[in-house]
């Protein structure tokens, strides 16, 4: 049973023409310049009890939607376990993205945006809007990450990759998917300058 998704106050989304609908953002990193500004923000992560497949129409204006499906079934770098793990895990991440993409389909935003690293799921969704690292927005370090959606390109500020590619680092722990896949804040706060 997951947790109802609340109302959030009409008057206020009137004055910055809507809320934000952030799925599938454990962190919240990716929202949280939003929130920074005064936007209403409704998060909608399975971790926190809340199914993005079973959310309903939010009754409200929704101004734009995040979201950063599971990237287990279709990151790269998990592809030598994948013929393993049968069509299962693929399924299910699919019905995710497909749950993000109805919600677009329902909500209308002015932008959208989906994100997941390199690997099949272009196969579903075909060539990317944008291609980034988080050291193209000012994030030392490389993790080539692909977009989806309509909305208006952030302004890069690139610095030198000194800490390379450093997620393969990460050390085994319960958080370690967490952690990982936590959207990098230099991109989070440009691509909320850039969509407002």
């Known amino acids: 049973m997951t947790a109802p998704v609340p109302a959030p106050d009409r008057a206020g989304l009137q004055m910055l023409g809507g809320a934000i609908l952030s799925l599938c953002d454990y962190t919240g990193n990716w929202s949280r310049p ?3 500004r005064g936007y209403h923000v409704i998060r909608v992560d399975l ?8 959310l ?3 009754n409200a204006p929704i101004r734009g939607i995040l979201a950063a499906p599971p990237c287990d079934a279709f990151a790269g770098s998990g592809a030598r376990w994948w013929a393993g793990k049968g069509l299962l895990p693929l399924c299910e991440g699919l019905s995710i993205v497909d749950a993000c993409l109805r919600a677009v389909v329902v909500h209308r935003p002015a932008w959208w945006a989906l994100e997941n690293p390199v690997g099949r799921l272009r196969k579903y969704l075909g060539a990317p809007t944008l291609i980034f690292h988080p050291c193209d927005f000012g994030d030392p370090y490389t993790k080539k990450t692909l977009l989806w959606g309509s909305f208006n390109e952030p302004a890069r500020h690139p610095v030198e990759p000194i800490e390379g590619s450093k997620m393969h680092l990460v050390a085994p722990s319960p958080n370690r998917k967490n952690i990982r896949s936590a959207t990098p804040m230099g991109f989070a706060r440009a691509f909320a300058e850039a969509n407002p």
């Open 56 to 58: 309903e129409k939010v």
């Open 47 to 54: 971790q926190q009890g809340k199914d993005v497949r079973l």
């Open 34 to 36: 939003y929130e920074e």
